[in-house]
């Protein structure tokens, strides 16, 4: 026979790891939606209408599913861009020699192949190459574009 102290212990021990089994259920599922949010609140800040320094519009980033899709104004070829985490940045920014600093809270965006290449740069006047603009676009052949969102 189980003693009554021994049965509150099993029953207490029970509740906890159903509550546990629960809560973490719960966590899991706010985590996820939490994260896909957060990815589709990033390449926001990536939609718009780019243009060059003589003031041609170049391509243009829409948001589609949480990703986003760059398409290419003189051609219509469009591409899907997913964000970039910020390892993929600092192996990027290492790739093309800029300086790892100015990698510090630019936000992302690039095709599976990182063959076409959208930022929006926080800190513009740590890499020269980038003349303090905030937007850069790499294109497919690795050619560095200096870009701005049209207003």
Request: proline share 1%.
């Given at each position: 026979m189980i003693a009554k102290q021994d049965f509150l212990t099993i029953v207490t021990a029970f509740?906890?790891?159903?509550?546990?089994?629960?809560l973490m259920k719960k966590l899991t599922v706010l985590s996820a939606a939490f994260f896909s949010f957060n990815a589709w609140a990033h390449i926001d800040c990536l939609v718009g209408d780019y243009i060059n320094a003589q003031g041609e519009n170049i391509f243009s980033v829409t948001e589609q599913h949480h990703s986003g899709i760059l398409t290419n104004t003189k051609t219509g070829e469009q591409i899907t861009l997913n964000m970039l985490k910020e390892k993929q940045i600092s192996s990027l920014w290492k790739q093309m020699h800029w300086a790892a600093r100015s990698a510090q809270?630019?936000?992302?965006?690039?095709?599976?192949?990182l063959k076409n290449v959208v930022?929006?740069?926080?800190?513009?006047n740590v890499e020269p190459k980038f003349n303090y603009h905030s937007n850069i676009y790499l294109n497919e052949k690795g050619e560095l574009m200096l870009v701005r969102q049209k207003n």
């Amino acid at each position: 026979m189980i003693a009554k102290q021994d049965f509150l212990t099993i029953v207490t021990a029970f509740f906890i790891h159903g509550l546990t089994s629960f809560l973490m259920k719960k966590l899991t599922v706010l985590s996820a939606a939490f994260f896909s949010f957060n990815a589709w609140a990033h390449i926001d800040c990536l939609v718009g209408d780019y243009i060059n320094a003589q003031g041609e519009n170049i391509f243009s980033v829409t948001e589609q599913h949480h990703s986003g899709i760059l398409t290419n104004t003189k051609t219509g070829e469009q591409i899907t861009l997913n964000m970039l985490k910020e390892k993929q940045i600092s192996s990027l920014w290492k790739q093309m020699h800029w300086a790892a600093r100015s990698a510090q809270g630019a936000e992302c965006a690039a095709d599976k192949k990182l063959k076409n290449v959208v930022c929006e740069i926080s800190d513009t006047n740590v890499e020269p190459k980038f003349n303090y603009h905030s937007n850069i676009y790499l294109n497919e052949k690795g050619e560095l574009m200096l870009v701005r969102q049209k207003n």
